[in-house]
């Protein structure tokens, strides 16, 4: 983090990826890095796509909605001083997120959290979890 | 906006990296850091048993921990350390609370190697439990 100058905030339509997008935002407002704020997909339209989706359009419909939606909220958080960057991957969401941070060589992965489980391990989420865990650069979870 | 850092220290290299990583931090938000070291052990414990020397010698330890940590910081960021006894991820969390703490910074492994935990398990507790940013540094 010496020279941050990415910060990757993977997003749902949550409020904890709010809270993670408005805390990656503060951090890019002091040390000038960029934003890159994802989604993943479990599936799209091309996922089972040869030549024609069997996929009916009320659930592949849906998904693009679902990524549009948490796109769009993370979008609200980012003042135009600080420079973002908004992507859309398809996959198993840690492995994608994952994945991306070594593409892009992300300084920090910004995480948020459910905030709402009482039960032991449900407090973060799966796929925070599994990031704190696997990640190669460090990952803050914001509150 | 980011003001006051906490930074658990017990002289491990994940720790080391943490306190790196703080002072970057500290430098860009032009934030406060506190260093924290805490002793492992039941305070009730050390007034019934434990014989001065042993004390002394843990409250040495740590002061060495805290010092190294604190020689890190570049003079124009403010610091401070902080020395505390008890069970280390719930006087952490403790402290963090009743300070206005903004952030935690803290390695994902500590001196206790349990093989096969990637995460340790202060570090888990924290992630967790807590009620403010905390960034797990690798």
């Given at each position: ?143 | ?27 860009a938000c032009e934030a406060k850091l506190n260093f924290l070291y805490v002793a492992n052990i039941n ?71 349990v093989k096969g935990v990637l995460l340790g398990s202060v570090s888990q507790y924290i992630v967790e ?10």
């Open positions: 983090m010496k020279n941050l100058t990415r910060i990757l905030v993977p997003v749902d339509a949550s409020e904890g990826a709010e809270r993670a997008v408005a805390f990656a935002v503060s951090l890019a407002e002091s040390t000038g890095a960029v934003l890159d704020i994802l989604h993943v997909s479990y599936f799209d339209k091309n996922t089972d796509a040869e030549e024609e989706s069997w996929l009916p359009e009320a659930i592949a419909g849906s998904v693009g909605v679902m990524e549009k939606e948490a796109l769009e909220r993370a979008r609200k958080h980012v003042p135009p001083s600080v420079a973002a960057e908004y992507h859309r991957r398809t996959g198993i969401p840690a492995d994608e997120i994952l994945r991306f941070a070594q593409e892009k060589q992300t300084g920090l992965i910004v995480v948020g959290c459910r905030g709402l489980g009482f039960m032991k391990g449900l407090l973060l989420g799966s796929v925070s979890q599994e990031i704190v865990e696997r990640a190669e650069v460090s990952v803050a979870v914001a509150r | 906006m980011m003001k006051n850092i906490l930074v658990p220290v017990d002289g491990s290299e994940g720790s080391d990296r943490a306190v790196a990583q703080a002072i970057a931090l500290a430098e305070q009730l414990a050390i007034k019934a048993c434990l014989a001065d020397a042993i004390l002394e010698a843990v409250t040495k330890a740590g002061n060495v921990i805290l010092d190294r940590a604190m020689q890190m910081v570049p003079s124009d960021v403010e610091k401070e350390a902080f020395s505390e006894t008890g069970s280390p991820a719930v006087v952490i969390l403790d402290f963090a609370a009743s300070n206005d703490m903004d952030l935690i910074v803290m390695g994902s492994r500590g001196l206790g190697v439990q807590s009620k403010c940013p905390v960034l797990v540094v690798k």
